[in-house]
């Protein structure tokens, strides 16, 4: 017994040792590598620094702000303002009954529909006119440039055209959809009420399909035609063929699409604010979204504090999505 209790710390500095050795020779490497390289890193330590200030920067001084007690009474101490700790996050956290903080709790629940919705449309919708673009037919080349023109018509014009456009008495939509195809008796309201998200919904998608196809069909066109060929021959179906050939290889492509327009939707705020009273509207708890009413609370109630909680609050909700999605589409993406 004696001599195995004595045999134990002999183990350690083994262990102990190995280590520091196995990390001074990373360091080691590193710094061969930096000395290599040192003009390469030269050139891009301006870059690198601009990033630190522009993003970094911010970051910190908000999650700082969320410790204050921020408000149109301190806004003249700024960073100086009474400092109280997490009691910002602990308000928002528990007092669900406050307006403000049921206002945030409906505008997280319309973002998440919101988000859900517009990414699984504009996916699927742009997935089957890429599968259409990328036949061979006559005007193919003009059908290709008619896509884009929803992409360069800036946002902020997206929410004024389609606000006038989901009017209930003087709208296209409900002229198209009541008068000339006679598909409903009576016009809606699409501006107020329960229909206030699909409103925005639809133009975003709208907005967002010409980027999804050509992303599709750019992924589409490097998939090999040997492969159909060989499918064809063994008898596989149009959609066995697209199942197991045309999705595995464009799913590194739809990842980022996924990840882009998650983020695209999250912090969507030009088309609401646009939409609804050209920028100082309200869209109601139907359809207000997190941007819009963060914005609305820290800059229109002065609430600086609050407003820095919830926008931290959000900031980290974010990073466990990219976090959840990269674990799903790690494999892909390392392969690819």
Same mark, same amino acid.
């Given at each position: 017994?004696?001599?195995? =209790?004595?045999?134990?710390?002999?183990?350690?500095?083994?262990?102990?040792s190995?280590?520091?050795?196995?990390?001074?020779?990373?360091? =080691?490497?590193?710094?061969?590598?930096?000395?290599r390289? &040192?003009?390469?890193?030269?050139?891009?330590?301006?870059?690198?620094l601009?990033?630190?200030?522009?993003?970094?920067?911010?970051?910190?001084?908000?999650?700082?702000?969320?410790?204050?007690?921020?408000?149109?009474?301190?806004?003249?101490?700024f960073?100086?303002?009474?400092?109280?700790?997490?009691?910002?996050?602990?308000?928002?956290?528990?007092?669900?009954d406050?307006?403000?903080?049921?206002?945030?709790?409906?505008?997280?629940?319309?973002?998440?529909?919101?988000?859900?919705?517009?990414?699984?449309g504009?996916?699927?919708?742009?997935?089957?006119t890429?599968?259409?673009?990328?036949?061979?037919?006559?005007?193919?080349?003009?059908? &290709?440039?008619?896509?884009?023109?929803?992409?360069?018509?800036?946002?902020?014009?997206?929410?004024?055209?389609?606000?006038?456009?989901?009017?209930?008495? &003087?709208?296209?939509?409900?002229?198209?959809?009541?008068?000339?195809?006679?598909l409903?008796?009576?016009?809606?309201?699409?501006?107020?009420?329960?229909?206030?998200?699909?409103?925005?919904?639809?133009?975003?998608?709208?907005?967002?399909?010409?980027?999804?196809?050509?992303?599709?069909?750019?992924?589409?066109?490097?998939?090999?035609?040997?492969?159909?060929?060989?499918?064809?021959?063994?008898g596989?179906?149009?959609?066995?063929?697209?199942?197991?050939?045309?999705?595995?290889?464009?799913?590194?492509?739809?990842?980022?699409?996924?990840?882009?327009?998650?983020? #695209?939707?999250? #912090?969507?705020?030009?088309?609401?604010?646009?939409? #609804?009273?050209?920028?100082?509207?309200?869209?109601g708890e139907?359809?207000?979204?997190?941007?819009?009413?963060?914005?609305?609370?820290?800059?229109?109630?002065?609430?600086?504090?609050?407003?820095?909680?919830?926008?931290?609050?959000?900031?980290?909700?974010?990073?466990?999505?990219?976090m959840?999605w990269? &674990?799903?589409?790690?494999?892909?993406?390392?392969?690819?």
């Amino acid at each position: 017994m004696q001599t195995e =209790r004595e045999a134990v710390p002999a183990i350690q500095p083994k262990k102990k040792s190995a280590r520091s050795s196995n990390l001074r020779s990373r360091l =080691r490497s590193l710094r061969q590598n930096v000395a290599r390289h &040192r003009l390469a890193y030269l050139m891009i330590a301006p870059t690198v620094l601009a990033m630190l200030l522009v993003h970094l920067v911010p970051t910190v001084e908000a999650f700082y702000m969320s410790l204050l007690n921020l408000n149109q009474y301190t806004l003249g101490q700024f960073l100086a303002a009474p400092f109280v700790g997490l009691a910002n996050y602990r308000f928002l956290l528990t007092t669900p009954d406050n307006p403000i903080v049921s206002g945030l709790g409906n505008a997280a629940r319309n973002t998440m529909i919101y988000t859900l919705t517009v990414n699984a449309g504009t996916l699927g919708v742009g997935m089957i006119t890429a599968l259409l673009l990328n036949r061979s037919f006559r005007g193919r080349g003009l059908a &290709r440039t008619l896509l884009l023109m929803p992409w360069v018509v800036p946002t902020y014009a997206v929410g004024l055209l389609w606000g006038m456009m989901w009017l209930r008495d &003087r709208g296209v939509v409900n002229m198209l959809l009541v008068d000339w195809l006679h598909l409903l008796s009576d016009k809606p309201f699409w501006l107020i009420g329960p229909n206030t998200l699909w409103a925005i919904i639809i133009p975003t998608i709208w907005r967002q399909l010409p980027f999804s196809t050509v992303m599709l069909l750019s992924a589409l066109q490097t998939v090999p035609l040997d492969l159909y060929d060989a499918a064809a021959i063994d008898g596989a179906s149009a959609w066995q063929r697209f199942r197991y050939i045309t999705l595995p290889l464009i799913r590194p492509v739809v990842a980022i699409m996924l990840l882009w327009g998650a983020i #695209f939707t999250v #912090f969507g705020y030009n088309i609401v604010v646009m939409m #609804f009273g050209n920028g100082g509207g309200y869209p109601g708890e139907w359809g207000d979204l997190l941007m819009p009413a963060l914005e609305r609370q820290s800059f229109r109630y002065w609430l600086f504090g609050l407003g820095a909680a919830a926008s931290t609050m959000m900031m980290f909700g974010m990073m466990v999505l990219v976090m959840v999605w990269y &674990r799903i589409f790690r494999t892909s993406l390392i392969q690819e």
